[in-house]
């Protein structure tokens, strides 16, 4: 599961992507998050040191530099970490992905599905290997199927961002992820991930 400072880091690189980067005190971004204060404090003190983050004396929290603080982000995610297994299925990535759409329980897509449900239409490479959060219902693994799904362990304030995950978490968690389709995904959108909210 994504530890608490990389649920920090994530509100902070989602809201300067929807135009927020201050917040009056450290006690309110605490409320949004539902954290402890300190526990925040704690998160901020590595990008508040980088200049990322700005921590007035007043009491004052600003996100100065959200692409970089994405890029730290990106190079200490362990996605290995939050994998709770893997298995094949026959149908393709899309097909898979769209079987997802349907399951009732409550999933939240990642990686390539969730890139292609922000921006539109794949123009970068097909893939193979399908990110969901929690544990679906409509899925049949086959060992001899074409389509790796791998199944990660949400954390509590995943399901705040919807059926998908935020644009900047499905590319950390494609930063992560082996294969050369993962590389042309984080390389392509990278003016767009990470340039965009700078």
């Not at 790796?148 to 935020?166: F, K, N, S, W």
Request: charged residues 20%; contains cysteine.
């Amino acid at each position: 599961m994504l530890s608490k400072t990389q649920q920090v880091w994530r509100h902070l690189v989602v809201s300067a992507s929807e135009d927020r980067r201050r917040w009056p005190t450290l006690r309110a971004l605490a409320a949004e998050l539902d954290m402890g204060i300190s526990t925040v404090h704690a998160a901020l003190a590595g990008p508040a040191e980088m200049g990322t983050v700005i921590i007035r004396p007043a009491g004052g929290v600003s996100a100065d530099d959200p692409g970089r603080l994405l890029l730290c982000w990106a190079a200490r995610r362990n996605l290995a970490k939050d994998i709770v297994r893997r298995f094949q299925v026959a149908p393709s990535a899309y097909e898979t992905e769209a079987a997802l759409g349907d399951d009732p329980r409550p999933l939240i897509l990642g990686g390539f599905g969730a890139v292609l449900a922000a921006v539109g239409a794949n123009t970068i490479a097909d893939y193979s290997t399908v990110l969901v959060y929690g544990e679906p219902s409509v899925l049949s693994p086959d060992p001899h199927g074409g389509t790796e799904v791998i199944i990660l362990e949400p954390d509590p304030l995943l399901a705040r961002y919807g059926r998908t995950t935020p644009l900047c978490q499905a590319w950390a968690d494609l930063f992560c992820l082996p294969g050369w389709q993962a590389a042309r995904f984080t390389d392509c959108l990278l003016d767009k991930v990470v340039r965009d909210i700078a």
